[in-house]
C-alpha cells in the first residue's frame, strides 16, 4: 500500500483509465425478457451453450477465467465488466491505455455488453444484473468471434477449434495478451473446477485435455504486442512484462539524499526470503508516476487490475524501500496490485490473481522462496521495528483479499485437511473460506459504518467462548488495551486464511489459540471446521523464564559491527510469550544480518556491505504479524 496522501496528489492531475457509465448511455432499447432468473447457473451453462453453438467447456473455462463464475452481485469490476462472463459497458467517450505507452483502443471495443444485448435481444439492464441472462450474452459473443474468424459453431464442435475465439474474447489490446488469456482457459479446461459461487450455486468442469489450435490467433486483427526478449525484466515471458525503472538518483547535495531505493547484489548481500502482497489505493498510472519519483519509495513490481499487465521497476538484486521495515526491504520483494483494499473484488480481478500468481511462482522458483503464507506475506503481515511504529504499519491488502484462491493458483493449497483433532497443544492452519465467509468489516467509506458484504479471509478472535465476548486486543493497535474492533483497517483481532496458531484450549465447538501473548477464541465446529490440525514444532520459553520477548527484526548482536558501522539496536515490542504458551515456528533459518546502504555512491568505504552476526533468531507465527525471537530464549519441540 503506497502512502495515500501522496497517491491522492498523483492522482488529482491523472484520470484513472476508465470509467462506467449506466446502460441508459448507448444501450439499445429492450426487445426481450431475460431468461427465467428461477434457472441455476449450472443449468445456465448448459442452456446458454446448446442455444448459441458453444461447447460447453468452453464457456465454462472463459467465464472461470473472467470471474471465477462469481457475479459480483451486479457490481463492475475496475475494467467495467459485469457478471460471470465480465460483459464490458466502458464510457464509449474513454480512450483507455491498455498498453502502458500509448493509447491503443478506443472504449468502444470495451462495450460488449451492449454488442451481446444486440445479438440476444436482451435488455442491458438484465445482463448486468441477471446471472442467467449474462451467460447468454457470454454465449452469444463467443459465437459471433467464431463466425468472425469464418469457423463453425456448435455445441459438439471441437474445442481445439474455438482457440482464436476465446483470444477474442479476452478484449485485450494486442495477440500476446489475447493468447496469453486462451491459454489460461485451456489450461482451466484441462484441469477442471469446482467450487460454490457468492450466491451459493455449485458449479462443476469436469477436465477435459484439449490441444487446442494455436495458430487460429493470427486471424486476429492485434498487433503483435510487448516483446520480453532482450529486455531487463525478471518475469515469466507469458506476462509480457515492461521495464520501467525506479530512479536511483542524488535528491540533494549530500551523500545520504537520493532515492529510491537502493543497490546491491542479492543474493550474496542479503537472501530473498519473502515476497510482499501490496496493493496501491489508487489507479495504475498514478502509481507508475509515484516509482519514478526519485524522493518517493519504490517496489520491484506493480500489476494492473484490468487484465493484470506487468511492469517492473527495481531488480531483484537491489533492494526497493516497500515494507516499511528495513530488515524485511533487505530480504523480500515488493509486489503492487492495483486496487483498493476496502473494494477488493472490484479491482482484485481474476486476472490480476492469475497474473500475480505466476510472477510469484517464477520468483519463488528462482530465489528458493517457500510457496507458504509465512513467505508469500501480506504488507500486513510486516511487523514494525520498534513499539512506536507498531501502529503505523500498513494493513493491505487487507480483509478481502482471497488468499485462498491465491494459493490454489499458486499450486500451494492452504492446507485444509485433518489426520487428528485439534486439540490443546496442536498446531492448526487457519482456512475459512472466502465467499461464504462475510465477516463484519466497517469503515470502508465511513468510520463505523457497515461495508458492502464480500468474501473475507479471516475470522475474529474473542476474549471468550461466546458470540458477544469483546475482541482480543492488540497493544501495538490499541495502546490503551481497549478491544480490537471491526473496522477495516483493524486487524488486531483477525486469523488470516493460512496463517498457523497453537490450541491453548477447547470447549465445543470453540478453539482458543495463543494469539500475542493472550488466548483468542473462534468458532471451529468439528462438523465444519475453519480450522485444520497438522504436525510442526512449536517454540516454548525455555525453562525458568517466566516471558520472552519478540521483535521485528533479527539485526545482529553488537560484535558483530566492524568499526565504521554504527551498532542497529533490536528493540523489544510491546508483545511477549508468556511461560506455558507455544507458538507454531515458521522459519529456522532467517539470516542474523544488516545490510548497510546509507550514501549514493556504492564504492564508500564500508558501506553497501552485509554485517553478519551469530545471534540466532526464529521467525514464528505470533499474531496477525509474523514476529521473530531469540533462538537463545525459545526451545523447539513437537506440537502434540
Known amino acids: 500500500m503506497l502512502r495515500r496522501s501522496k497517491i491522492l496528489a498523483a492522482l488529482a492531475a491523472v ?59 451486479g457490481a463492475s469490476s475496475s475494467s467495467g465488466g459485469y457478471g460471470p462472463m465480465h460483459l464490458t459497458a466502458v464510457d464509449p467517450s ?46 452469444a459473443l463467443l459465437a459471433s468471434y467464431q463466425r468472425s474468424l469464418g469457423l463453425p459453431v456448435g455445441a459438439d464442435t471441437s474445442a481445439a477449434q474455438w482457440y482464436g475465439a476465446v483470444a477474442a474474447y479476452a478484449e485485450a489490446a494486442d495477440r500476446a495478451g489475447a493468447t496469453a488469456f486462451a491459454d489460461d482457459v485451456y489450461s482451466i479446461m484441462a484441469r477442471g473446477a469446482a467450487r460454490t459461487t457468492n450466491t451459493g ?52 547535495a549530500d551523500a545520504g539524499d537520493y532515492g529510491n531505493h537502493d543497490l546491491a547484489n542479492r543474493p550474496k548481500t542479503g537472501k530473498i526470503d519473502y515476497i ?30 484490468s487484465d493484470g499487465h506487468v511492469w517492473q521497476h527495481v531488480k531483484a538484486k537491489d533492494v526497493a524501500w516497500q515494507a516499511g521495515n528495513w530488515y524485511v526491504n533487505m530480504h523480500s520483494i515488493g509486489i503492487e496490485h492495483e486496487g483498493f483494499a476496502t473494494q477488493g473484488a472490484t479491482w482484485y480481478t481474476e486476472s490480476l490473481y492469475r497474473n500475480s500468481a505466476k510472477l510469484v511462482r517464477y520468483l519463488a522458483a528462482k530465489n528458493h522462496i517457500p510457496l507458504d503464507r509465512a513467505h508469500i506475506i501480506g504488507h500486513d503481515q510486516v511487523p514494525g521495528t520498534l513499539p512506536t511504529t507498531v501502529g503505523g504499519m500498513h494493513w493491505d491488502p487487507g480483509p478481502f483479499w482471497d488468499w485462498e484462491h491465491y494459493f490454489d493458483l499458486l499450486g500451494a493449497p492452504i492446507y485444509g485437511h485433518s489426520i487428528f483433532p485439534a486439540k ?50 492488540d497493544l501495538g493497535l490499541h495502546k490503551d488495551g481497549s478491544a480490537s474492533g471491526t473496522e477495516a483497517w483493524d486487524h488486531g483481532a483477525r486469523v488470516a486464511a493460512g496463517a498457523q496458531y497453537v490450541v ?27 480450522a485444520f490440525a497438522k504436525p510442526g514444532v512449536v517454540v516454548t520459553p525455555k525453562a525458568g523464564k517466566t ?31 508468556g511461560a506455558g504458551q507455544s507458538y507454531p515456528l515458521s522459519d529456522a533459518s532467517i539470516e542474523t544480518d544488516y545490510y548497510r546502504a546509507v550514501t549514493f555512491d556504492a564504492n564508500t568505504p564500508g558501506d553497501h556491505v552485509q554485517v553478519l552476526g551469530k545471534d540466532r533468531y526464529y521467525q514464528i507465527w505470533f499474531g496477525h504479524r509474523m514476529f521473530y525471537v531469540r533462538a537463545a530464549d525459545v526451545d523447539i519441540k513437537p506440537a502434540f
Open 15 to 73: 484520470a484513472l483509465p476508465i470509467t462506467v457509465t449506466g446502460v441508459s448511455s448507448g444501450g439499445p432499447p429492450a426487445v426481450a425478457a431475460p431468461p427465467d432468473a428461477s434457472s441455476t447457473a449450472a443449468s445456465a451453462f448448459g442452456a446458454a451453450a446448446a442455444k448459441y453453438g458453444v461447447p460447453e467447456p468452453v464457456l465454462l473455462a472463459v467465464s472461470y477465467a473472467e470471474s471465477r463464475w462469481d457475479d459480483h452481485q
Open 94 to 139: 474513454t480512450t483507455v491505455d491498455l498498453s502502458g505507452k500509448q493509447k491503443v483502443a478506443k472504449a468502444e471495443s470495451l462495450r460488449t455488453l451492449y454488442k451481446a444485448s444486440q445479438l440476444t435481444g436482451l435488455d442491458p439492464v438484465a445482463l448486468r444484473t441477471d446471472t442467467v441472462a449474462n451467460i447468454s450474452g457470454g454465449a
Open 201 to 252: 450455486q455449485q458449479i462443476a468442469m469436469p477436465p477435459v485435455k484439449v490441444a487446442p489450435d494455436k495458430s487460429l490467433a493470427t486471424k486476429l486483427a492485434l498487433p503483435a504486442g510487448v516483446k520480453q526478449a532482450n529486455s531487463d525484466v525478471e518475469c515469466p515471458a507469458s506476462l509480457g512484462c515492461e521495464w520501467l525503472p525506479a530512479p536511483y538518483a542524488k535528491t540533494g
Open 276 to 305: 510482499v502482497i501490496h496493493d496501491t489505493e489508487g489507479g495504475w498510472q498514478g502509481t507508475l508516476n509515484l516509482v519514478q519519483d526519485p524522493t518517493y519509495v519504490s517496489w520491484q513490481y506493480t500489476m494492473r487490475s
Open 424 to 473: 490443546p497443544g496442536s498446531i492448526v492452519t487457519i482456512k475459512p473460506g472466502f465467499a461464504g465467509n462475510q465477516q463484519v468489516v466497517t469503515g470502508c467509506t465511513t468510520a463505523g459504518v457497515l461495508c458492502p458484504a464480500q468474501g473475507t479471509n479471516f475470522v475474529y478472535l474473542r476474549q471468550a467462548p461466546d458470540d458477544n465476548a469483546p475482541l482480543v486486543t
Open 504 to 530: 491453548a484450549e477447547r470447549q465445543g465447538d470453540w478453539l482458543a489459540v495463543w494469539y500475542l501473548g493472550a488466548k483468542g477464541w473462534f468458532k471451529s465446529p468439528k462438523s465444519a471446521p475453519d
Open 547 to 577: 516471558s520472552v520477548p519478540v521483535y521485528g527484526r533479527a539485526y545482529p548482536e553488537q560484535a558483530a559491527y566492524p568499526a565504521g558501522i554504527p551498532y542497529q539496536t533490536v528493540t523489544p515490542l510491546q508483545y511477549s510469550i
